[in-house]
């Protein structure tokens, strides 16, 4: 059972825009950052957006990410079959822990 | 450019311990912090803790407290975790992830599977 929550799955079809939640509580999202991160099969995570809404270098701008209260969410747009793949949220929770969500698996029909 | 490279798959027996180490390069490595974050088959990432690479400092996750240790070696920029009283539930990719300021995981290694198995 994962601290943050998402939906297991999530689906689109190329060039629409998706959104993922991530739902957590006041210990965790409502008092710090989320960041999101891109897990392509087989590979290792990626830094996808920190700080709720920060793209590092090299990110498509098609990424967004957002936050309000304890939910924090991440938007797709002009979705690409290479977009599919696992999305995990993470963010600090202050039983000094890091906390992450259970993972949305974003299929391109 | 950035690289955290880890070491190779190991099997392991219950009750045996491993060591994984993630070798930095690419930057000062006593700038920044690392995390380990280890994935069983099919599920989710799991934090397991962090420790500075400035000056040693540790934070375990509270359910592997007393299982295990992380260290530096500031002479090879390397850092390592390791596991102890290894379980069947410990079987997993581990893997080493470079902190950002901001307390996020910008840079990551390939990932090191254990194995745990009689």
């Known amino acids: 059972q994962s601290v943050l929550t998402q939906p297991p799955s999530a689906s689109g079809t190329p060039g629409q825009r998706v959104t993922i939640s991530c739902s957590g509580s006041?210990?965790?999202?409502?008092?710090?950052?989320v960041n999101w991160y891109q897990q392509l099969p087989g590979t290792a995570p990626k830094l996808l957006i920190y700080s709720n809404n920060q793209r590092p270098s090299g990110v498509p701008d098609r990424f967004s990410g957002s936050k309000s209260g304890t939910s924090a969410s991440l938007a797709i747009s002009g979705l690409q079959s290479e977009d599919e793949a696992d999305y995990y949220c993470a963010a600090w929770d202050d039983s000094l822990t890091e906390v992450f969500g259970g993972g949305t698996k974003l299929t391109v029909l | 450019q950035v690289q955290l490279v880890q070491s190779g798959a190991e099997v392991k027996k219950p009750g045996a311990s491993v060591k994984v180490s993630c070798k930095a390069s690419g930057y000062t490595f006593t700038s920044y912090g690392i995390s380990w974050v280890r994935q069983a088959p099919g599920q989710g990432l799991e934090w397991m803790g962090w420790?500075?690479?400035?000056?040693?400092?540790?934070n375990y996750a509270q359910k592997l407290q007393g299982r295990v240790t992380m260290t530096t070696d500031t002479s090879t920029s390397t850092a390592y975790m390791e596991l102890r009283s290894l379980r069947s539930d410990d079987t997993a990719v581990y893997y080493c992830?470079?902190?950002?300021?901001?307390?996020?995981?910008?840079?990551w290694g390939q990932g090191t599977l254990v194995t745990v198995s009689s």
């Open positions: 992830a470079r902190v950002g300021s901001s307390w996020y995981f910008d840079y």
């Open positions: 420790i500075s690479a400035y000056n040693g400092n540790t």
């Open positions: 006041s210990s965790n999202i409502g008092s710090n950052t």
